[in-house]
């Protein structure tokens, strides 16, 4: 349960960028691109409740969370850890991929749009520094 705050915190980050991204594929323009906007807000907030709920009921009784009883069964943590962060990078790649396609049409020079698109994806870099410390 140690890990439910910092991860909500990530979790809200990822729902205000793709709720920017809503806001900038308009429905006129972009409507796969809010499709898959709105895609990627469902499995965030799946993936969040499964986290909670899995992080919860690691142990049965849950008590055992907090009490060294021998006669507890909880989960393997690090299988969980390592399952959810692997879902994490994925849903990374997804939110930091879903606008380079809309990037790279914009009526620009190839300059900016590369620019651009650069920027976009130095946030892969904590993604990668994500894969590295599994």
């Not at 909500?8 to 991204?21: A, E, G």
């Not at 906007?37 to 409740?49: K, P, R, T, W």
Request: overall charge positive; hydrophobic content about 50%; glycine content about 4%.
């Amino acid at each position: 349960m140690s890990g439910t705050v910092p991860n909500l915190l990530v979790y809200f980050s990822k729902i205000s960028i793709l709720l920017l991204y809503l806001r900038i594929f308009t429905a006129e323009t972009s409507h796969y691109s809010r499709i898959t906007c709105f895609s990627a807000i469902g499995l965030n907030v799946a993936y969040y409740i499964g986290f909670v709920v899995a992080f919860t009921l690691e142990c049965t009784p849950i008590k055992c969370i907090w009490s060294s009883n021998t006669q507890c069964h909880c989960l393997s943590g690090d299988a969980l850890i390592l399952i959810a962060t692997s879902i994490n990078i994925v849903l990374d790649l997804l939110v930091f991929l879903l606008p380079i396609p809309k990037i790279l049409r914009l009526n620009m020079s190839l300059r900016n749009r590369l620019g651009i698109t650069f920027v976009m994806l130095v946030g892969l870099f904590v993604t990668a520094c994500s894969v590295v410390r599994l």
